[in-house]
């Protein structure tokens, strides 16, 4: 914008922003060597047995995405002076890309870790790969992928907008801080429903793929067809019951699992209890996932319908809304930790 509009606003902020994005960038590798110790540390035998396939997707992660970012990353912060602006623009975009190949390729290893497709068992039982076209273009993979990348957009676009509304507040640095809360907030607006998207996406690949898994989030005890749908409840294991359930009757439930009116949805009553993730841990964080992205959604659209109209500004409530919502895309992502951390004890 800075070089299509000569404004300097546009190159303050930035700058602004490139300080913030080079601190993450240093959490994000000094925390991606730990997780490649744990690997080894942690999971000796499951990184033995998955090397073959594991270990050359991660290696993919540092040759293609890592390299890449970290090269023109230096640039961005180094070189404004030494290159020509277009250059200097492309290196903003070859950051873009390394990022976004990063979680690629991290996805693609998590996606195989949840689904496993492409493989073979050879005679000492580690897994060999027979197909690497199936491993990574694996549908999960390429469904799960845009709902993390999108996950993170949403999560800076959050992180902006907020910035921009406290500026505001305190009446500060008004010409910067009303392009970040526009950007944040209609980049939010447009990406929402799209994520929303994805998440349902995921849902049947759950569903499909990890039916302890999700019946656990639904808190579904008996086999259903069609079935209803738990919106809040206290799931209570011992007696294989939801008490205080608000439920929305059949074929809610189906409908928003399988995308059907009549499809039948396993409950734990038909799965092995020695097979059943814990109950309360992914149904919870999965409402509080849900919870997030529908008052996300309410801020972003509001907030965009506001700025259209020129009265953002004047409207003191909706800018502490915006404020007060940063943190509401990384609760929404921890939360998803939750949900996966109940298929891997499901899967042992």
């Known amino acids: 914008m800075h070089l299509a509009t000569g404004r300097p606003v546009y190159r303050q902020v930035f700058e602004f922003w490139l300080k913030i994005f080079g601190v993450a960038f240093g959490l994000g590798v000094v925390s991606g060597i730990v997780m490649a110790f744990q690997f080894g540390t942690n999971w000796e035998v499951h990184a033995r047995l998955t090397g073959p396939i594991q270990g050359v997707l991660l290696s993919y992660e540092t040759f293609t995405a890592f390299f890449l970012e970290a090269s023109f990353f230096g640039i961005l912060l180094f070189g404004r002076p030494r290159v020509p602006p277009l250059f200097y623009l492309f290196s903003t975009a070859m950051v873009a890309l390394g990022t976004s190949l990063s979680a690629f390729w991290i996805l693609a290893n998590n996606s195989w870790m949840q689904v496993p497709v492409g493989y073979a068992i050879d005679s000492k039982g580690a897994y060999a790969p027979n197909d690497w076209a199936k491993i990574v273009f ?13 996950a993170s957009f949403l999560t800076g676009a959050f992180a902006v907008a907020a910035t921009g509304a406290w500026y505001l507040l305190r009446r500060e ?5 009303r392009i970040m809360l526009r950007m944040g907030l209609y980049l939010a607006a447009v990406l929402l429903p799209v994520q929303a998207f994805f998440g349902h996406l995921n849902g049947l690949y759950v569903g499909h793929h990890q039916p302890s898994k999700m ?3 639904e808190a579904r005890w008996h086999t259903e067809k069609p079935a209803s749908e738990v919106l809040l409840a206290w799931p209570d294991v011992k007696n294989r019951r939801n008490l205080y359930a608000i439920t929305l009757p059949p074929p809610l439930g189906s409908l928003i699992d399988s995308d059907s009116l009549s499809a039948e949805e396993v409950g734990l009553d038909s799965i092995p209890p020695e097979n059943w993730p814990p109950v309360a841990i992914p149904f919870f964080t999965f409402r509080i996932m849900v919870g997030c992205l529908l008052i996300m959604l309410a801020v972003a659209w509001a907030g965009s319908y506001l700025n259209y109209k020129g009265r953002i500004e004047q409207n003191r409530l909706l800018l502490w ?11 929404a992502i921890s939360s998803t930790r939750g949900i996966c951390w109940a298929s891997d004890m499901s899967s042992q």
Not at 138 to 150: E, I, T
Request: hydrophobic content about 65%; glycine content about 0%.
């Open 138 to 150: 694996s549908p999960v993979l390429w469904v799960r992928f845009p709902h993390m990348l999108l």
């Open 215 to 217: 019946a656990a989030i």
């Open 173 to 177: 640095y008004h010409a910067e801080a």
């Open 321 to 331: 809304a915006a404020f007060l919502s940063f943190p509401l895309p990384w609760i």
